[in-house]
């Protein structure tokens, strides 16, 4: 195909562009995201050839459709196994003052109509704006396609005056959750210090900061007070892993 921007319609130019990304994500050995890049990429071309009616064009588009989606099955294999075999890891590193890394963003790729139960283990669950974090990352796993029954959230309980606001607020978002047929279930731990998400699709996620990885917003009326990808971040790590068998806390 012609490069972007050579007289081509806005379809063929978009199926190019997401394409060329695909490649180059899969030459950086970046093989999930190239992954989506290419069955993106497919669809935009099946459509540009639906719409050719040029019968030379046509078998062109067509062996080029072969050739992506030969590849793509090649990495969904690799990827498939990957995960079987326990193998799977992602690294994704949070810059300081980044912006981009809301929830949804970071966790959105792992969730679907397959998850129903969850696992937290993160100590700090205690302050308000943490509070107020942890009940963001409930309402994701409401909105999304995700069919959650139960929350496990393991956390260490506060020490000092704060405890009673813990408590409370975490008993709010109990019955809060409850009121959407969701359960959530608490654990508190002393020794806890490890911090992870774990769903029962195989996906776990730490998170060196744990939820509370982003920074206090400079004012309440400030970009990124209600809108967490706007929200710039403190640096940490998220490394992703595959467990076929995820165990529960």
Request: aromatic content about 10%; glycine content about 6%; overall charge neutral.
């Amino acid at each position: 195909m012609a490069k972007p921007g050579q007289g081509q319609d806005p379809e063929s130019t978009a199926a190019v562009a997401m394409l060329t990304r695909a490649v180059e994500l899969d030459s950086e050995s970046r093989y999930q995201q190239a992954l989506v890049c290419y069955q993106e990429g497919i669809d935009l071309l099946m459509q540009v050839l639906k719409g050719t009616k040029d019968d030379a064009k046509k078998q062109n588009l067509r062996k080029k459709i072969t050739g992506y989606m030969d590849r793509a099955e090649n990495i969904k294999k690799y990827l498939d196994q990957e995960k079987e075999d326990g193998k799977y890891h992602k690294q994704i590193k949070i810059e300081e003052n980044a912006t981009g890394f809301s929830y949804e963003s970071l966790f959105q790729e792992y969730l679907n109509e397959t998850v129903t139960e969850v696992w937290i283990e993160d100590p700090y669950i205690r302050q308000t704006h943490q509070l107020y974090n942890f009940l963001r990352f409930c309402e994701m796993l409401i909105k999304r396609p995700c069919k959650v029954k139960t929350i496990h959230l393991l956390t260490s309980l506060d020490e000092g005056t704060g405890k009673e606001q813990q408590r409370s607020g975490l008993k709010e978002i109990k019955e809060s959750l409850k009121n959407h047929g969701v359960l959530l279930e608490l654990e508190y731990s002393s020794s806890i210090h490890d911090r992870e998400i774990r769903f029962n699709n195989g996906w776990m996620i730490k998170i060196g900061r744990g939820l509370d990885y982003f920074k206090k917003p400079q004012s309440r009326f400030s970009l990124g007070y209600c809108d967490f990808d706007l929200r710039p971040c403190h640096e940490t790590t998220v490394d992703i892993f595959h467990n076929k068998h995820t165990k529960k806390i």
